[in-house]
């Protein structure tokens, strides 16, 4: 975690909220789901099981600015894939 120095008070730099896009059998769509991009790849990951979706590997696009999570279903998916 990176700290900003200013009048002798140390305090949390922010991170930027990144959209999170789930990769699901050749199809990639943008989730309801956000994360900084500072989070691990496990909190990621968490966030994404917690609506549902079982991934398998997380990783940030810095040319997306985006997390991507391959997943392999979800419990119940949305209509249209």
Known sequence: MMLLKGC???MPAKSR???VFIELGGHVIK???VA???DEPARVSMKARERGWFPYRVRFD???AAWIVSSFDRVNPPRGL
């Open 62 to 64: 810095d040319a997306q």
């Open 17 to 19: 909220l990144r959209p």
């Open 36 to 38: 900084s991009e500072a």
């Open 8 to 10: 002798g008070v140390s």
């Open 31 to 33: 989730a309801d789901i």
